[in-house]
């Protein structure tokens, strides 16, 4: 399957609703991972150290740019308002190379 990088984008002051809906945000990424799809996820910091967040970054498999789009339309912080935004891009690992 090909890989897609998911770039989810902040609200300003995201925070609070953020860490409410992080269970159901997570509980995805391990069914993904489940299915040995996830790459890797994870949150983007406004500064290390800081519970503030600007985004998120998950790369995992999908059949299709078709699938990934369906995917992301049932992400939570999408659907709360926690992302302004989505974006989705075919990405290429080429390192590390196992």
């Known amino acids: 399957?090909?890989?897609?990088?998911?770039?989810?984008?902040?609200?300003?002051?995201?925070?609070?609703?953020?860490?409410?809906?992080?269970?159901?945000?997570?509980?995805?990424?391990?069914?993904?991972?489940?299915?040995?799809?996830?790459?890797?996820?994870?949150?983007?910091?406004?500064?290390?150290?800081?519970?503030?967040?600007?985004?998120s970054l998950i790369v995992a498999d999908f059949e299709s740019l078709q699938a990934a789009q369906s995917w992301v339309s049932e992400e939570p912080y999408l659907k709360t308002g926690i992302y302004s935004h989505v974006d989705i891009k075919p990405f290429i690992k080429t390192l590390p190379s196992a």
């Open 1 to 55: 399957m090909p890989l897609f990088m998911i770039i989810g984008h902040d609200v300003a002051n995201s925070t609070e609703l953020r860490q409410q809906i992080r269970p159901a945000h997570v509980t995805r990424l391990k069914q993904l991972e489940a299915e040995g799809r996830l790459i890797i996820a994870g949150p983007n910091p406004i500064e290390h150290g800081n519970d503030a967040m600007s985004g």
